[in-house]
């Protein structure tokens, strides 16, 4: 059988490319060429570019001879692609180190020194009862530099997973997975125990998925953990999510908004009475909005109350209500409550069913602001999804005051990204109007952003008024398709518009954009 190396080679040789042939393990790849390429394109499809000169970007690729790739590659880059044949596994190799985070030698010491412990049975990695650890046992330090580190990365989730032959940690950042570190199993039930000790889990029971919750104070500052177990086929996996209150928005100024949004918004909480709902998909940043909002809001002056399952972040002045639906506080139970509390605001965390809508409208219909969440691709649709729910047009036309509609997008890191000019066939590529071309921005790389090109996450956006226009459309039960038209009418900037402002802006790039508004189509 011939190695990749050979095929590799006779078929770059067979078509009569002329590339150069060198191992990627003794390449110095150049941080610019790495910027020129989304992440997820290199890792679908299996490329790296390596180098770049004015007018040409040097690809590594097992096949170079694959046209299709090598066209996609120009039409993004706009430059001409140089094919270097390389093994696929090498280039796999590459790409998973230049987007690893690395753990520090610290860590990697602790890690050797608990695998030599429990070689020698110190701890029995089969206990089920309680594990005695001090201060400064190792598997102590392994978690406390763990989950400082995804602290210090800006990590949302810290992803333990257990594989067939060894561990593997991952952290969720700017909405991506990044591997950290691999190591052996017989780790992983004192990694897990001592996660659930700090939680105050039961560390016995492995069958069944559990949650708690702890805090950590990381530079001078209590940092919340929320975990999650869940039983696999391969061992008890472990998601924590780190809820870092210096990460949380202060106010809607830094959500990215547009000034003629910010101000729209502004006004919708100023009333003293009405429903604005934030909408979009699962972690497209709607709790974040909300809050935003909340922690603009004078919480001395007014009884402001929340609901939330769970209270992901304490707010200073503001009533937060856990739900428990075991005890019966669910969402209709907890919203028919505060009711009788004398509240000015509520917020509730999300309408799932009938009952919480009506509840929410008839709040809003007597004097109160209310403030929540609901699953739906854009503002339109709430309507039609609120008039699915059981709500009578003419109480939904006066209840409703405003819909916020958004979708997550990675943000450029300021200190690399670079300027192009967007083509006529490049725009028919990315599957955008023609007419929207003109200067646009690409992640490049660099130490600042760990060579992704991006730093943090904003929100596009749609902003519905509830206006002449939607009122006569929500009343004459119009669908989805007769409300867009009539949003517009009463001032609606199209998310769509949005992105390409934002994108213009230098604040995203057209691929992200691509992805999260135009990918649905």
Known sequence: MMSEDRITNDRAQGLKIAVPTASLMHLDIQKEALGLLPYNMIRAQKILPVSRTRHSVTIAMADPGDHRKIDDVRLITGLEVIPMPVPAAEIETAVRNLWTIRPDSDMEMLVAELDELLQKEVWDSKESGPIKVHDGAPIVRMVDML?????????????????????????????????????????????????????????????????????????????????????????????????????????????????????????????????????????????????????????????????????????????????????????????????????????????????????????????????STLHTNSAADTVARLADMGIEPFLLATSLTGVVAQRLVRRLCVNCHQ????????????????????????????????????????????????????????????????????????????????ALAKAKQGLTSLEEVVKAVWGED
């Open 147 to 371: 989950l400082k580190q995804a602290v210090a990365a800006g990590a949302s989730d810290v992803h333990i997973e257990p594989q067939a032959d060894s561990v593997r940690v991952r952290l969720r950042i700017d909405g991506e997975l990044y591997p950290v570190m691999s190591f052996s199993r017989t780790l992983l039930s004192q990694l897990i125990s001592r996660l659930k000790i700090m939680a105050g889990m039961d560390i016995a029971e492995r069958r069944v998925p559990q949650d708690g919750r702890f805090q950590l104070e990381v530079d001078s500052e209590e940092v919340d953990f929320r975990l999650s177990t869940l039983p696999t086929s391969q061992g008890e996996k472990m998601a924590v999510r780190v809820l870092d209150r210096r990460t949380l928005i202060t106010g809607i100024g830094h959500l990215g908004l547009s000034q003629k949004n910010m101000g729209v918004i502004r006004t919708l909480t100023e009333r003293v009475r009405g429903l604005l709902l934030v909408t979009g998909s699962t972690g497209s940043g709607k709790t974040t909005t909300l809050y935003s909002l909340l922690a603009e809001m004078d919480a001395v002056r007014r009884n402001i109350i929340t609901l939330e399952d769970p209270v992901e972040y304490s707010l200073p002045g503001i009533n937060q209500i856990p739900l428990n639906p075991k005890a019966g506080l669910d969402f209709a139970a907890g919203l028919g409550s505060i009711l009788r509390q004398d509240p000015d605001i509520i917020m509730v965390g999300e309408i799932r069913d009938q009952a919480t809508a009506r509840l929410a409208v008839r709040a809003a219909l007597t004097g109160h602001l209310v403030l």
């Open 419 to 498: 300027p192009y000019i967007l083509d006529g066939e490049r725009s028919a590529w990315l599957g955008i109007p023609g007419e929207a071309g003109g200067t646009f921005f690409a992640p490049a790389g660099c130490n600042l952003c760990r060579q992704t090109g991006y730093r943090g996450r904003l929100a596009l956006q749609e902003v519905m008024v509830v206006g002449p226009h939607v009122r006569r459309a929500v009343h004459d039960t119009l669908p989805a398709e007769g409300c867009q038209p009539a949003a517009l009418k009463d001032g609606m900037i199209p998310i769509r518009e949005d």
